[in-house]
């Protein structure tokens, strides 16, 4: 009789520490989930910023030598995602042709990220002026809106190697 007041303070414990542990797991879990959508991290002042530049015809034609330069080998030439360095860094890059990739981020979001860079995403910094910061959110706006077009048709960089 005398091990059973032994054993129930142990199982009480137990009972006790368990709820705990599980309590702890799924925050983890979520952590890790949220990374590619979470742009809780950008400053609301940047967020809310309004994009000066119109998106022309000229304003995406600018933006167009940027992109080869600095974005295609990662993006991809057509925004797919499926650029040359992106494989080989086995990143995964959004598919920006998809119109749903872009539909909840603001023209400042785009921009902070553009210009500061984000988790994978490599700051443009000092390398482009302000305007060509806009241009390119132009840009990556006007790949979601050619529709009709399959990835691997309009991607002229998916040369095999
Ligand atoms: C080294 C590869 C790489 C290069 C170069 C690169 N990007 Fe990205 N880009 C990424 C990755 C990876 C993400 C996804 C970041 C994340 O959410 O974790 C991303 C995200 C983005 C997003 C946000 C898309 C979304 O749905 O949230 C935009 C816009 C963007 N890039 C534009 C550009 C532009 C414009 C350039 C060129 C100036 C560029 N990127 C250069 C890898 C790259």
Known sequence: MYRLTLVLPVLLLLALALPAQQQQSPQNST????????YSTIPVSAVRE???????????????????LDCAMCHGESGNGKGDTARDMKLTVPDL???????????????????NGFQDMPPEGDRIKTDEGWDLVNYVHSLAKKKGETDSKSDSDAKPQ
């Not at 952590?31 to 979470?38: E, L, V």
């Not at 119109?99 to 553009?114: F, M, Q």
């Open 31 to 38: 952590s890790s989930a949220q990374k590619s959508t979470d």
């Open 50 to 68: 309004q994009n000066p530049v119109k998106p022309s015809p000229e304003s995406i034609a600018r933006a167009k030598k940027w992109w080869r």
């Open 97 to 115: 042709t998809d119109p749903a990739s872009l539909k909840d981020h603001s023209d400042g979001e785009l921009y902070y990220v553009i210009k």
